[in-house]
């Protein structure tokens, strides 16, 4: 084998991974350019066309794909090899891709970063925000973090904080100008501050009417892609809106929101950490695990 071709052949699988020569060169600390003119030897070299080209984006070819098939694997076992002689010193290392909603980093993240970074300083945490559900599998990321029903049942799940309940909230101001819905069906009198996903679908408020289900929404007024903005409209006082409770804990505590239909809003699983398997687990993740888990 010609060994000069391993570095960009680990460069190929690395374009493969994130589609993109400049986001390749961010994470190996090329110039895109550079990127570019190794993959091209590469290809001169092997005499095949690995990548599709176009001005926005990169991707593997049939003939690209089948090398990548067998890279794939075999770079996976180098780069646990590597990181078992970390773990033999006892030093967890490298950098661990997590995707998690926003709410999570918030409420479960941001908590004991410091706590973790000062146990562990040779860990890099590398966090996608993504409200979408993600295949952390296909995505190559290492763990996700959602809440734990929205978790495949095929995912290992470790639960991670208590159990959760939504906050419907509104301030003050706006409760004396328009009155205080007293069950969910009153919402539909109201402006709402409402969160559409990114993915395009309104949030559904879901309420306990007698232990049965029920869904109920106020009139829309503000639309905002993110819950914090949502609690921005409504701490200046332009209608109802709803959030995870610890996210607006504080502003409920001083006054300056107040909790509505909290009877009609029961407590469910919180969040967890998702991964696909326990078979040679990462040192860096198992370390995140432990710190993390409730």
């Known amino acids: 084998m010609d060994r000069s071709l391993l570095s960009p052949l680990a460069l190929f699988v690395t374009v493969a991974r994130l589609r993109s020569f400049r986001a390749t060169g961010r994470e190996v600390g090329l110039s895109p350019s550079a990127v570019s003119h190794a993959i091209a030897s590469l290809e001169t070299a092997l005499g095949l066309r690995l990548l599709n080209r176009t001005t926005r984006s990169v991707s593997p070819t049939p003939d690209g794909e089948a090398l990548l098939s067998r890279l794939g694997p075999a770079f996976g076992e180098i780069a646990e090899a590597l990181v078992a002689a970390g773990a033999a010193r006892g030093e967890p290392s490298g950098t661990l891709k997590v995707n998690l909603s926003r709410s999570a980093y918030e409420i479960v993240i941001l908590r004991k970063i410091a706590a973790f970074r000062e146990t562990h300083p040779h860990i890099i945490l590398d966090f996608t925000l993504d409200d979408d559900f993600a295949d952390v599998t296909s995505r190559g990321f290492d763990a996700g973090i959602r809440l734990r029903e929205s978790i495949e049942r095929d995912m290992i799940r470790v639960p991670t904080g208590p159990a ?3 906050a419907i909230i509104a301030s003050p101001d706006y409760l004396a100008r328009h009155g ?8 539909a009198g109201h402006a709402g501050i409402v969160r559409r996903f990114d993915s395009g679908p309104i949030y559904r408020w879901e309420f306990q009417i007698d232990g049965q289900p029920m869904v109920a929404l ?7 892609n993110d819950t914090q903005a949502g609690v921005a409209a409504a701490l200046e006082g332009l209608g109802i809106a709803v959030a995870l409770l610890p996210q607006v804990a504080e502003h409920i505590e001083t006054g300056r929101l107040v909790r509505l239909l909290a009877d009609h809003c029961p407590e469910f699983d919180g969040f967890g950490i998702y991964y696909p398997s326990r078979r040679q687990m990462r040192p860096a993740l198992r370390a995140f695990i432990e710190h993390y888990r409730s």
């Open 180 to 187: 205080r819905p007293v069950t969910p069906a009153d919402l």
């Open 218 to 224: 106020p009139k829309p007024a503000v639309i905002v």
């Open 164 to 166: 959760m309940a939504l």
